[in-house]
């Protein structure tokens, strides 16, 4: 009896034994797997500087020389097409959950329609964000390339954007209501932002609106999505005193350089202005919403909460503000009855084409998309993006367009032959993690 207890003793004390030389075993390689994945990071993702890269043109960096061409026929004073031609240099200034990727979707279209020629990031979807743009990061950069659209995100900066494009090229921006645009960003990047970690409660937007100075911190990692994004994505410090003289002086700044600034509440009137300024055709702005949140994952936010909100991305709604009066002017300038009538013609085809399109008629949660082509980048620890199951019987006349409407943003990239390798790489990680 006492020799059977003993060998029992001995045979658990192997089991323990060997349980914790996998739990050793388990953590060993769970440092070293997570060592790979930082030193990964740290090559995708390059270091924030916070001052704006120099402006210099350096050596070699030759700007753009653009092959002669017809001068394009003037427009009037409020972009009214007299024998326009379309224009097809862009630059869009891709900010933060403003309905970009929707806007994106457009220019590949218009781009991929026409062969026009892209400028597009190298191994990622982006510019190297959130380091401030330069032309080196273009695929296959070389001094003196000229480009017709640039249109991935960035952190904008205008002398090394201004280089890759000819003179005469259209910059447009979007802009989004500052509250609206931090509660989304906060529920889509929330969990990359370490300092949200200490938020415990049920609804940590409002915890953390309630005293954000106690949780934000200018230098964190990632700290940049959750405070004056806007600012942040137009190449302007977003930690600065909204006292300054410089907020104003930076506003002005994006008056000169763009020439039309969209406005996300006001989308369809946005793309009437936009058809308008470039001289294109109906077709050209049609579209479905891409990127977007389901309605369970959107709370909104109360009045005292969205004034809070408001309040603490200062720079963002004052730079809203701004456009948001001059949206109306140029509104005004069109003409608000034949506003109405051409945003009216847009939803209506809008509305044709999802009829054709798209089965069912409506977007989906991620786990019903059928097809992975279809299948949008989800934000880290959730399914809340919605997509869109493409009809199985489309006319020849629409299955072209039909599909290149449904597309989204990473699919449309690689069909564009965008070298997305980190991406990817991210992707696969990510997947066989379950993030």
């Not at 953590?27 to 890269?53: D, E, Q, R």
């Not at 008056?255 to 050209?284: A, N």
Request: overall charge positive; some cysteine; hydrophobic content about 40%.
């Amino acid at each position: 009896m006492v020799e059977f207890q003993a060998r029992q003793q001995v045979s658990e004390m192997l089991l323990q034994k060997k349980r914790w030389e996998s739990m050793a075993k388990g953590l060993v390689l769970g440092a070293l797997f997570t060592s790979f994945l930082l030193l990964l990071y740290s090559y995708a993702v390059p270091p924030l500087h916070t001052g704006l890269a120099s402006t210099r043109t350096s050596e070699g960096a030759a700007p753009c020389s653009p092959a002669p061409s017809e001068p394009e026929p003037v427009t009037s004073a409020n972009g009214s097409a007299q024998g326009c031609q379309p224009r097809r240099d862009i630059v869009f200034m891709k900010t933060h959950k403003t309905a970009s990727s929707t806007l994106l979707n457009i220019l590949f279209r218009f781009g991929q329609k026409h062969g026009l020629k892209f400028a597009f990031p190298n191994g990622r979807n982006d510019f190297d964000y959130p380091a401030f743009f330069a032309r080196s990061l273009v695929q296959d950069y070389r001094p003196g390339a000229c480009f017709n659209i640039i249109c991935n995100h960035m952190r904008f900066h205008y002398d090394e954007v201004r280089g890759l494009v000819p003179p005469n090229a259209t910059f447009i921006t979007v802009l989004r209501d500052p509250a609206r645009l931090f509660e989304s960003s906060f529920h889509y990047f929330g969990s990359v932002v370490p300092f949200t970690w200490k938020l415990s409660g049920q609804d940590k937007l409002a915890e953390f609106l309630q005293d954000p100075d106690r949780y934000y911190d200018p230098h964190g990692y990632n700290a940049h999505y959750l405070r004056n994004l806007l600012f942040f994505d137009l190449g302007y410090d977003s930690d600065l005193d909204p006292s300054s003289p410089q907020v104003q002086e930076h506003i002005l700044e994006v008056e000169r350089r763009f020439h039309l600034v969209l406005l996300q509440e006001y989308f369809d009137e946005s793309l009437v202005l936009l058809k308008d300024l470039l001289c294109w055709e109906l077709e050209d702005v049609l579209y479905f919403k891409l990127n977007a949140r389901r309605a369970s994952a959107v709370p909104r936010l109360s009045g005292e909460l969205y004034r809070r909100a408001t309040a603490w991305n200062e720079l963002d709604a004052r730079l809203y503000r701004h456009f948001n009066a001059s949206f109306w002017r140029k509104v005004e300038a069109f003409g608000r009855e034949r506003m109405a009538r051409e945003v009216a013609a847009l939803r209506r085809a809008n509305e044709r084409m999802r009829r054709i399109c798209i089965d069912g008629g409506d977007a989906v949660d991620a786990t019903a998309i059928q097809d992975a082509a279809m299948q949008p980048w989800q934000p880290l620890g959730a399914k809340s993006i919605m997509g869109y199951n493409l009809k199985k019987s489309i006319g020849r006349r629409h299955a072209q367009l039909c599909r290149r409407m449904l597309t989204p943003e990473i699919q449309y990239l690689t069909d564009l032959g965008v070298n997305l390798w980190v991406t990817k790489l991210w992707k696969v990680i990510r997947d066989f993690l379950q993030w």
